[in-house]
Antibody, heavy 119, light 106 residues
Framework: QITLKESGPTLVKPTQTLTLTCTFSGFSLSTSGVSVGWIRQPPGKALEWLALIYWNDDKRYSPSLTSRLTITKDTSKNQVVLTMTNMDPVDTGTYYC???????????WGQGTLVTVSS | DIQMTQSPSSLSASVGDRVTITCRANQDIRHYLAWYQQNPGKVPKLLIYAASTLQSGVPSRFSGSGSGTDFTLTISSLQPEDVATYYCQKYNSAPLTFGGGTKVQI
């Protein structure tokens, strides 16, 4: 059974760096073809894909946010970490992590974590 | 980058109606198109992948079609539990862009 759970601060101040952790079970990020991605959703708005990390440590980022994002993995801990620098109130929203298999899409999602950016 | 455009942005229909949502890519994405359902206040749920393959456990009233640039999600007989926002997503290569969503109401 695949499960994912996001954790991190619920409130960050503008200009601060956000660090979110996705802790998962039921699969290994060392298995060929597996990847984990991050998706966010501002209140009342659409889903936005942010980043993806593959089993082989290859990484992909949203072109509009690439300068602010870093995604890493700790295979031994079954965790993926996303950092986003220079947070702004427009970055407020629910952040999800999700499992993706090779040539597939996001089939398992975490419950999401709401991050508010405010001074 | 490839843009994904959904239409309509919202619709209202009656229980039992046939509902169709369209998603258009501005470049060929072959069959690498997924549909998600997000019920109010809930986590997105994968409905369809590879444009037309139903995810396990999804009711058969949902179906998908299309390839290349034009795709369709159809609900053959709308049910009250189908009230949700539906998103398409391309996943052939990064960026894994989502459409803007279609809100379905009864």
């Amino acid at each position: 059974q695949i499960t994912l759970k996001e954790s991190g601060p619920t409130l960050v101040k503008p200009t601060q760096t956000l660090t979110l952790t996705c802790t998962f079970s039921g699969f290994s990020l060392s298995t060929s073809g597996v990847s984990v991605g991050w998706i966010r959703q501002p209140p009342g708005k659409a889903l936005e894909w942010l980043a993806l990390i593959y089993w082989n440590d290859d990484k992909r980022y949203s072109p509009s946010l690439t300068s602010r994002l870093t995604i890493t993995k700790d295979t031994s801990k079954n965790q993926v970490v996303l950092t986003m620098t220079n947070m702004d109130p427009v970055d407020t929203g629910t952040y999800y992590c999700a499992h993706k298999k090779w040539l597939g899409t996001f089939d398992y999602w975490g419950q999401g974590t709401l991050v508010t950016v405010s001074s | 980058d490839i843009q994904m455009t959904q239409s309509p942005s919202s619709l209202s229909a009656s229980v039992g109606d046939r509902v169709t949502i369209t998603c258009r890519a501005n470049q060929d994405i072959r069959h690498y198109l997924a549909w998600y359902q997000q019920n109010p206040g809930k986590v997105p749920k994968l409905l369809i992948y590879a444009a037309s393959t139903l995810q396990s456990g999804v009711p058969s009233r949902f179906s998908g079609s299309g390839s290349g640039t034009d795709f369709t999600l159809t609900i053959s007989s709308l049910q009250p539990e189908d009230v949700a926002t539906y998103y398409c997503q391309k996943y052939n290569s990064a960026p894994l862009t989502f459409g803007g969503g279609t809100k379905v109401q009864i």
